[in-house]
């Protein structure tokens, strides 16, 4: 079964400081993905990658960064937490080369609370 | 602007009837669209999907219709369960380099009562 991990399911942190939300799939895929959940603004892309040191915005990359320095991790960073990216944020994974369709993954997301 | 739409929040059906859920799309490069459910507390998981060369996808109690022409898919939960109670969430995707890319709608809150 493929897995994609989310190393924190649930994160409380202040104003300000720096967070990194860290994710790992264990399936070789090339592209890994972060969105995030909101209530009533359903899963919106923040940024993906399709190969190792690639990446691209997604559709609401404000005040986010991301790092893929090996296949199988994918790191999302806020460099300066703020109130209002109090999510759930959802990594996901899939094969390249092809449509997507049944083959994207997700985690099982991670809460995170800005105070 | 809002490319992938679920005008309905929430939906409260019986056990055993139809579930019927919407979703209308404005990109008309989108060419595959998928069905992902969520639980709470939980990752979306993958249900059933449609190509857009086909108006009709079955898989057991799940159906996705798909009409091109009115930009508009459904997706038929026959007969509904207490265990289908989920978020459902319309995603679409498409060709001119973005076809790893999926577009989600807000969801569908669905509930079967008993």
């Known amino acids: 079964d493929v897995k994609v991990t989310q190393s924190s399911r649930y994160l409380v942190k202040r104003t300000g400081e720096k967070v990194f939300l860290e994710c790992v799939q264990d399936m070789d895929h090339e592209n890994m993905f972060w969105y995030r959940q909101d209530p009533g603004l359903g899963l919106r892309l923040i940024y993906f990658s399709y190969d190792v040191k690639m990446k691209e915005k997604g559709d609401i990359p404000e005040g986010y960064s991301v790092s893929r320095e090996k296949k199988e991790r994918f790191s999302l960073i806020l460099e300066s937490a703020s109130t209002n990216q109090t999510s759930m944020y959802l990594c996901?994974?899939?094969?390249?080369?092809?449509?997507?369709?049944?083959?994207?993954?997700f985690g099982e997301g991670s809460w995170l609370t800005v105070v | 602007d809002q490319q992938v739409k679920q005008n309905s929040p929430s939906l409260s059906v019986q056990e055993g009837r139809i579930s019927i859920l919407n979703c209308d799309y404005t990109?008309?490069?989108?060419?595959?669209f998928l069905w992902y459910k969520k639980y709470p507390a939980e990752g979306p998981t993958f249900l059933i999907s449609i190509s857009s060369i086909k108006d009709k996808n079955e898989d057991g109690r799940f159906t996705v219709f798909l009409n091109k022409s009115a930009k508009h898919l459904s997706l038929h939960i026959v007969p509904s369960q207490p265990g289908d109670s989920a978020v459902y969430f319309c995603?679409?995707?498409?060709?001119?380099?973005?076809?790893?890319?999926?577009?989600f709608g807000k969801g569908t809150l669905l509930t079967v009562n008993p």
């Open positions: 990109n008309s490069m989108f060419d595959y």
């Open positions: 995603a679409a995707s498409g060709s001119g380099g973005s076809n790893y890319k999926l577009t």
């Open positions: 996901a994974s899939s094969p390249g080369g092809q449509q997507l369709g049944n083959t994207i993954y």
